[in-house]
């Protein structure tokens, strides 16, 4: 183990690793994350997570290139320097083993990938993010596109990671540079010194492995990710890259916060907490508000890193955030909550404004539901915003209710697409029929729709009158 020295500021709440603007995160959540998002969406999680992490990384080097061809690296001594930079970042220890830079093919092998470590057995290989990190890094070196295949990988038992690259059939090399904020232009940065374990090439901070990650990251991954299956993509952020990444990967966390509990108030507990953030380069907390009695919390993000690369929206983006947000809440008030964002900075607001509070359950909801459960046919409902996150179910927990209105939120969205492209306007309905019976989704209003399953051999009819009933009704409580 070494010490290694990071930049940080507590002004700006940015941190900075070879001049370059970035995260701080843990590690475990990139294979819990990916896990269950492969877990929804299937196949598609692969090129998603892929041309994501190229994309970025193409595009957040402009920086750190510039400077290696304004000290006129050769391309020889520009492959060891990305080699040494990557393992710079606590995501493995890398070796190039093979390259051919005039025909632009490289062989890299990586042990302890972030990807694979925490990922349990695979039969494939799964290190989409990292083969789309060296796709983007080393297009530079050879000014060609590249494509790479990772043809081994730990999580399969082997030793190391092997990835494959050699030119894209579609050249689109020199791509479009966005500038980040040089670090010489960020005033007061102070050194935050992190333990490195050079063995396995990853950072203990806080107790946990972490690596670095480009601070644009995650608003770029929600935008590709949006692209492809809707705004249901922002719910999966929610829960899966936020809520459940934050609950499963604070063990160490939570036996501290219960342990200072018994010592400290909430108060202080939390301004501990908040002060921590900058370190990390997700930006400020102030203005936080605590009130115990109902189990809320209110605050404000300034310079939240999910806004950095979103663009301008009508609506909050910071999804990750929020579900992190919602995630430490639960643990905090040992309650499940949800924590929506107010204001933020991606439309225009100087702050993103974020308010968590513990669950209530929907109980005029949860009424009408239970009631057209009782209809002949039709085994469960549930009530789901565009998003794809849950308002209010009939769902046994076992049922997974979260994955199951994501599901629901891709298939709605994607209908909305079709029905958009078509020309056919807003959809009224979505059926999906299979052998054993079908499942119905019917738009309640702009922002939610309610979803039944029900049996074969239901009359449809009466299922069609009382999904209209409850329809109506549910317009009134929302
Ligand atoms: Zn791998
Ligand atoms: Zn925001």
Known sequence: MEKVVL????REGELYADGLNSTLDQRNCESIEQKELENIIGPVAKPIMYSAA??????SMASYFRRLLDNK??????LKDIMSFLQRRGIGIFECVNHDLKNGTFTIRVRYSF??????????????TLSGILAGILEPIV????DCEETSCSAMGHEYCEFKLKPSKRNTFPKKYFDVKPPEEIKGLSPLEVDYDNER???VFEGSNSFLNFRAHDSLYQREFEKTIGPAARGIIYSVAGKYSATSSMGKARRLIIQLIGSISMESLANEFAKRIPMRGYGVLENLKIDGKNKEITFDIRNSYNTIAYGKTKEPICYCLSGVIAGATSLLFNKDSECIEL?????GDKVCTFKSFARKEEEDLNKVLIELDRIPGIQRSMVVSNEGMIRASTLSDEAEPNKIASRVGILIGSAQKVSEEFKLGKFKCVNMFSSGGFIMSVRINSRFSLSVLVHQGANKGM??????KARKRIAMVL
């Open 54 to 59: 190229k994309i970025l990384t193409s595009t």
């Open 201 to 203: 090439g990853l950072f």
């Open 143 to 146: 000014r060609l596109s590249l």
């Open 115 to 128: 990807n694979a470590m925490a990922y349990s057995e695979s039969k494939k290989p799964i290190c989409y």
């Open 73 to 78: 690296t050769g391309p020889e001594d520009m």
């Open 7 to 10: 930049h940080y500021s507590s």
């Open 463 to 468: 299922v069609d009158f009382a999904l209209d």
């Open 343 to 347: 204001k933020c900075r991606a439309m």
